[in-house]
Every structure is written in structure tokens, then in C-alpha cells.
């Protein structure tokens, strides 16, 4: 069993930057793949960024490759989600997630890939 936290969130102008924590209970979080996905009001949950549980692959959706970079801290049990050059259409519940598959190309996106999902964070970019 994996229980995730998200922190971090909050109200940021165009053009600045949050970084996001996921905090993960047990002791095998670094045998997880974990993600970031988002969810706009109205709009479908959509992954946002993934990395692997071993080397560090990573993986990140096209509207936010060269801005967010996910990275992962196993010591701390904790994932991170830096997010700069924050535009209003990042606006988004920003859920971390946990996999027990190995991830790649073809299977990152999908939330069934992922077993464990925290309860989600604001995240609010203003214009």
C-alpha cells in the first residue's frame, strides 16, 4: 500500500513558478514509477509527467516539455513537480500518482497505469 500527499499548490502569476511535493508512505516508494497528472474544471484528468522508478526515465506531456521537470528523492519518499514559465491554462487539481508497472511511451499517460492516487492540490495561474 502507497498513501501520497501533494503540497504546494496555490495562486501564482503568468510567468512564475511553483514547485509541487508528493509525499509517499512505505517503504518500497522507490520501487514506484510516479506520475503527475492534472484535471481543469470541465476537462478530462490528463498526464502531465511521469518518471520511472529506476535510472530516472522521465517522461512529459508536450504542453509542458522545457517548463515543469519532475524529479524524485527516495530517501525523502517524496517526487517533486517544478513548474516554471506557469501559463493561465496550467490551471488544474494537480494529482500525483503511483505505479507498480514499469512505465514507457506507450502506457505513462494512462491513469490505469497508475494503482495509487493522492487527493490533489490547486494549482491557480493568474493572467
Known amino acids: 500500500q502507497v498513501q501520497l500527499v501533494e503540497s504546494g499548490g496555490g495562486l501564482v502569476q503568468a510567468g512564475g513558478s511553483l514547485r509541487l511535493s508528493c509525499a509517499a508512505s512505505g517503504r518500497t516508494f522507490s520501487r514506484y514509477a510516479m506520475g503527475w497528472f492534472r484535471q481543469a474544471p470541465g476537462k478530462e484528468r490528463e498526464a502531465v509527467a511521469a518518471i520511472s522508478w529506476v535510472g530516472g526515465k522521465t517522461y512529459y506531456a508536450d504542453s509542458v516539455k522545457g517548463r515543469f521537470t519532475i524529479s524524485r528523492e527516495n530517501s525523502k519518499n517524496t517526487v517533486y513537480l517544478q513548474m516554471n514559465s506557469l501559463k493561465p491554462q496550467d490551471t488544474a487539481v494537480y494529482y500525483c500518482?503511483?505505479?507498480?508497472?514499469?512505465?514507457?511511451?506507450?502506457?505513462?499517460?494512462?491513469?490505469?497505469?497508475?494503482?495509487?492516487w493522492g487527493q490533489g492540490t490547486q494549482v491557480t495561474v493568474s493572467s
Open positions: 500518482a503511483a505505479s507498480a508497472m514499469s512505465l514507457s511511451d506507450s502506457i505513462w499517460r494512462l491513469a490505469s497505469s497508475y494503482g495509487y
